[in-house]
């Protein structure tokens, strides 16, 4: 079967595709987001309605769009969106998706069936669940979430490592996150007071999901928009989004959400980041720049040590030659040494870390 294919996905920036999903997905070019965040039908299986202990009735989710025939029906619709939103996808993209007890074992064997590599499962734990009103299960308190890179030996993919640190206060970002639904303000009502969609997610879920896993300026695709949530927190954040719904009320208040949305600024957009995403600039670089020149001597702190620098960027001591962490490890007699912290160079009366030379070699890297 071939696909009515766009040849560009630009055009298609910051806009809701009106139609159904696999429809829609099959006229996406092949390898043109960074991001996939979906939320499918939970397909919930409800059988009559749930009421509170004074008989009022919950407002649960009995819409067409999450009724299915059976478990096989709702496989099949799985299996095929997934598969578009896999060939979508770049290859050094990620894939989210969350559900449910009711639809995330499925969704995740699919998943793997179908050649995505799981990253991590995140449990989304509600401050604020809605309780078991009959009484005869625990609270469903959690939703679950899968991150997913597009195949097993994807070893690029972004991941915004220390972004999340700083957003946990200088803490590692756990797999387990705390909160709450979406409520107040922040949900969306019509004119006669009711939910607009009954399962809007919270901006604080996708802004933890999309700062994690994008950078500024990515494409992030949503296949079931809904009332916008993921395409507004990519505008904050400095994203472009695609969204693809067929609800023309979800439209609607999508289209009046997102116009009200103003990105934060380049400065404000900037996240942090570790060394691992900086620049690799070897000790020899700094040498062939004539920033540090052959013969020049190296010194430990306190000038406990000292090495003198050769052509070829290696250090040589009265016993030994080597790199610069080599030969840092070896005048202390220790198994490792981070040698651009060590080693100092020259300037004046006063010895300053060659490290200082490798981020004015960074700098001029990222401005070019």
Not at 30 to 57: E, H, M
Not at 105 to 114: A, E, H, N, S
Request: charged share 25%; hydrophobic share 40%.
């Amino acid at each position: 079967m071939g696909f009515a294919t766009r040849p560009d996905v630009r055009p298609l920036l910051d806009s809701i595709l009106v139609g159904d999903c696999i429809e829609e997905l099959r006229k996406l070019p092949s390898s043109s987001v960074d991001l996939i965040f979906a939320d499918p039908p939970y397909n919930l299986q409800l059988s009559g309605n749930l009421t509170r202990p004074d008989q009022s009735r919950v407002d649960g989710v009995d819409d067409a769009w999450d009724q299915f025939a059976d478990f096989a029906a709702y496989d099949e619709f799985t299996r095929t969106w997934m598969t578009e939103c896999r060939r979508v996808l770049k290859d050094d993209g990620t894939f989210w998706v969350i559900g449910s007890y009711h639809n995330i074992f499925r969704v995740g064997t699919i998943l793997q069936d179908l050649g995505f590599w799981i990253l991590n499962d995140v449990v989304w734990r509600k401050t604020n669940p809605m309780p078991n009103f009959r009484g005869k299960r625990f609270t469903n308190a959690h939703e679950t979430m899968i991150w997913a890179a597009k195949s097993a030996d994807r070893k690029s993919y972004t991941f915004n490592y220390d972004a999340m640190k700083a957003l946990n206060d200088d803490l590692q970002m756990r797999s387990d996150w705390l909160l709450p639904i979406c409520n107040g303000g922040e949900r969306l009502k019509g004119d006669d007071g009711n939910k607009v969609h009954p399962t809007q997610k919270p901006e604080s879920l996708l802004h933890r999901v999309i700062l994690a896993s994008s950078c500024e300026g990515a494409v992030v695709l949503d296949p079931f928009f809904g009332t916008g949530t993921t395409g507004a927190v990519a505008k904050k954040l400095g994203r472009h989004y695609i969204g693809i719904e067929r609800d023309r009320g979800y439209i609607a208040a999508a289209t009046a959400r997102l116009a009200a949305i103003k990105p934060a600024d380049d400065e404000a957009l900037k996240v942090t980041t570790g060394k691992r995403a900086e620049p690799r600039v070897p000790f020899g670089t700094l040498v062939e720049r004539g920033m540090i020149k052959p013969g020049d001597m190296l010194y430990a702190p306190g000038r406990r040590h000292a090495a003198k620098v050769r052509a070829d960027g290696s250090l040589v001591c009265s016993d030994a030659t080597g790199s610069i962490h080599k030969m840092g490890a070896h005048v202390q007699g220790a198994e490792a040494c981070n040698g651009w912290t060590y080693w100092h160079f020259r300037k004046g009366r006063d010895l300053m870390p060659i490290d200082l030379l490798r981020q004015k070699v960074r700098a001029e890297m990222r401005a070019g």
